[in-house]
């Protein structure tokens, strides 16, 4: 029952973000659409061996301004590279491995989607404790798994 409301709070709060409609019509449509979506999927956000806790959802909150300003920062870095003159000496791709202290399946989702939404990264594969990641350059490649690894595991890990 406690997955079903964080996940039901979880959707209603990204509606409300995304809809910009205020009015009685769209928030109930909205209510009703995140009831039954949450009904029926909250298997897929939280599994009954890691159930959602009032610290960690606080704690991917804490997490979003960092992984924002990382996604800008990213991106910036790449449109640099895209629009320099000599790009071709710029890019200098890398597929790597590298193991996580990430225990709670939950954690290593959340690092992996950060990789990927991050410009210039891709994670490519997870298994068990180990992430396959590609990289556009050798600095992108030398920053992982590094801070932002940290900040999930304080923000999602007990």
Known sequence: MKAKLVTFVILLIFWIIMSGMFDGFHLTLGV???LLVAFFSNHLLF???HPPSLRGCLGFVVYLPYLFWQIII???QVAFIVLHPRMLDKIDPHLFRFDTVLKRPLS??????SITLTP???TVDVHDEQFTVYALTKDAADA???EMEQRVARALER
């Open 74 to 76: 990213a991106n910036i």
């Open 47 to 49: 599994t009954e061996a």
């Open 32 to 34: 009703l659409c995140c």
């Open 108 to 113: 290593k989702v959340a690092l992996a989607q």
């Open 144 to 146: 992982l798994p590094g």
């Open 120 to 122: 210039g990264t891709i």
